[in-house]
């Protein structure tokens, strides 16, 4: 049972910074991509960062310049290092594993999830 677990959010004030982190359990594999999203109250889950497994990254618009994904040093870990945060950055952040195996040689994927860390930017 693959399980990703976030920590790190909070309440914060306009122009703060915090830092989320996910770790995930129970594969023996290393995830192909891994990514945070977030869903605010009324609003779809929109993706905020992701980063593949060679580096590659890619943000939402709206967190250019704000916001870095990384990945950790040990398997299937990752972080959002955030800053200048937003009242409108309010959200509840998710992590995402994404893993691409295949079964007699053709492709099949899987996304993991995480519960979730309350992120509020408040004053």
């Known amino acids: 049972q693959v399980q990703l677990v976030e920590s790190g959010g909070g309440l914060v004030q306009p122009g703060g910074t915090l830092r989320l982190s996910c770790a995930a359990s129970?594969?023996?594999?290393?995830?192909?991509?891994m990514g945070w999203y977030r869903q605010a109250p009324g609003k779809e889950r929109e993706l905020v960062a992701r980063?593949?497994?060679?580096?590659?990254?890619n943000y939402a618009d709206s967190v250019k310049d704000r916001f870095t994904i990384s990945r950790g040093n040990a398997k299937n870990t990752a972080y959002l290092q955030m800053s200048s945060l937003k009242p409108e950055d309010t959200a509840l952040y998710y992590c995402?594993?994404?893993?691409?195996?295949?079964?007699?040689?053709?492709?099949?994927?899987?996304?993991?999830w995480g519960q979730g860390t309350q992120v509020t930017v408040s004053s």
């Open positions: 995402n594993g994404h893993l691409i195996y295949y079964i007699g040689g053709s492709p099949r994927e899987s996304n993991y």
């Open positions: 980063i593949t497994s060679t580096g590659s990254t």
């Open positions: 129970g594969s023996i594999f290393s995830f192909n991509a």
